[in-house]
């Protein structure tokens, strides 16, 4: 996995809505930690970060403004001066101002974590291939949960998304892991460094 310098770290709906019990049960326990790891070693490179935040229309939705649930979770918390975007839609980028930050960044390469793998994520990974972006989906950093079929069959939440995760894997984007992605980001930016401080004569 290679990185540029200008790779978008896209942290997708991880509000306090999520841990509402109306989900049901879900897969990657661990994906918070994945998504804090991932932020901090963002903000350590001085890599960019853009939050996306779902603001439902829909009445009685945990994610509603106002509502307690709106809020985001403590593992993604954005800081003073990291872009917020609202969306109502599954995708992103559906009436929302994404693109044109992305644009504004010079960023062609995304990386998305977050909720749920087979809503969201996947709708706006598909939504990055399809716009040209070079797209990454980092599945130990995402998670959704159980769903039913039109048969009535339940289907587990690690099934849900591991199926998920194939229909992007080659098409839309490429999935990768927590790890991987954490040693890509240190070497986007040595690659930077190191070609700042040849541009100045200092290498």
């Known amino acids: 996995m290679r990185l540029p310098a200008d790779a978008a770290l896209i942290v997708?709906?991880?509000q306090e809505a999520i841990d509402d019990p109306c989900?049901?049960?879900?897969n990657n326990l661990g994906a918070e930690v994945n998504i804090a790891a991932l932020i901090a070693a963002w903000r350590a490179e001085r890599l960019p970060i853009i939050h996306v935040r779902h603001d439902s229309v829909e009445p009685g939705s945990p994610y509603a403004p106002g509502a307690p649930g709106h809020r985001f979770k403590a593992c993604a918390m954005p800081l003073?001066?990291?872009p917020v975007v609202g969306k109502t839609a599954n995708s992103a980028f559906v009436g929302a101002a994404l693109e044109g930050l992305l644009d504004g960044l010079g960023a062609t390469t995304l990386v998305i974590c977050g909720v749920l793998t087979s809503s969201s994520v996947e709708t706006t990974a598909?939504?990055?291939g399809n716009l040209g972006y070079q797209t990454f989906v980092v599945a130990d950093a995402c998670w959704t949960v159980d769903k039913v079929d039109l048969q009535g069959r339940r289907w587990p939440a690690e099934d849900v998304h591991a199926l998920s995760l194939a229909h992007l894997n080659g098409e839309y984007a490429t999935v990768v892991d927590t790890r991987t992605t954490l040693e890509a980001a240190a070497m986007a930016r040595a690659r930077q460094r190191w070609k700042e401080g040849r541009s100045r004569g200092q290498v």
């Open 23 to 26: 989900w049901g049960p879900r």
């Open 126 to 128: 598909r939504h990055a």
């Open 12 to 14: 997708i709906d991880v």
């Open 80 to 82: 003073d001066g990291e």
